[in-house]
């Protein structure tokens, strides 16, 4: 299974439900085009909920990253909600642990944008 | 599985296509040989990964596609370690070249992490040039013996 997102909205933040595998091709471009979509939608305060991912690559890492990035530069957010171990794993291991928002609980994380 | 197969050594060699199914058709080789060796999930995880690192490499920034150009995969399994041979025909790179990609400046960026990773993963790295072109990535996880 590649990946499949879904995206909800909890008063101003814009969760995205992501399920399945972030990896180079189809995976991280998906990500890639759905965050770039909001971005030109103007959406600011976005939530990834990355609890359903169950492979990520250095690639996928990267589509992380680069989202934070244009996010941030745009004067928006992206924080990232349940982690699993592996992902929270290569986020600590690449050090991007700390530079990324990171929340086990969805109510606590959509309230911490306000 | 049992001890018996752990014991044995077993070696695996492929030809594969400059595609990226033939990097999860290598991944998928890869841990059904390592899972013999009695590797534990997070080791399996940590391996199938840096497989799968090293043949974006070689497919994507070695062989950069080209559907003339292969990748060879050699895999071998002794009771003591567990070897991945990854060789493409591409014009190569020098690891000393590659940038930090923990070090301030470099943290985000987009790419740069796949063999920060493999190292991190795996016992031992190696990259040898290939003559008349070409790079081949050895990578080695010894296998810890269940006392």
């Known amino acids: 299974m590649s990946v499949k997102l879904t995206n909800r909205q909890v008063g101003d933040v814009t969760v995205i439900d992501v399920a399945g595998r972030i990896t180079l091709g189809e995976g991280s471009s998906t990500l890639r085009d759905a965050l770039r979509e909001l971005v030109k939608q103007d959406h600011k305060k976005i939530l990834l909920n990355l609890k359903e991912v169950t492979y990520i690559d250095s690639s996928g890492i990267g589509e992380l990253v680069s989202a934070y990035t244009t996010i941030t530069n745009q004067g928006g957010h992206l924080k990232l909600l349940s982690l699993t171990h592996r992902v929270k794993d290569l986020l600590q291991i690449t050090k991007l642990y700390t530079v990324f928002d990171v929340h086990e609980d969805e109510a606590h994380a959509v309230r911490s944008f306000a | ?147």
């Open chain 2, 1 to 147: 599985m049992g001890d018996d197969l752990a014991e044995e050594s077993k070696t695996v060699d492929q030809v594969l296509d400059s595609t990226l199914e033939s990097v999860d058709k290598a991944e998928r080789v890869a841990l059904d040989l390592a899972h013999e060796s009695g590797f534990s999930d997070e080791d399996l995880d940590r391996i199938g990964m840096s497989v799968r690192e090293c043949m974006v490499n070689a497919v994507v920034h070695g062989n950069r596609y080209n559907a003339h150009k292969k990748v060879r995969l050699s895999l071998s399994r002794t009771p003591e370690r567990f070897t991945i041979r990854i060789a493409d025909e591409g014009e190569g790179f020098n690891p000393m070249d590659l940038p930090d990609p923990v070090a301030g400046d470099n943290l985000m960026r987009h790419s740069g992490r796949g063999i920060f990773l493999m190292r991190a993963f795996m016992d031992d790295l190696q990259v040898r040039h290939l003559e008349p072109a070409g790079t081949e990535v050895t990578l080695v996880k010894n296998v810890v013996v269940k006392k």
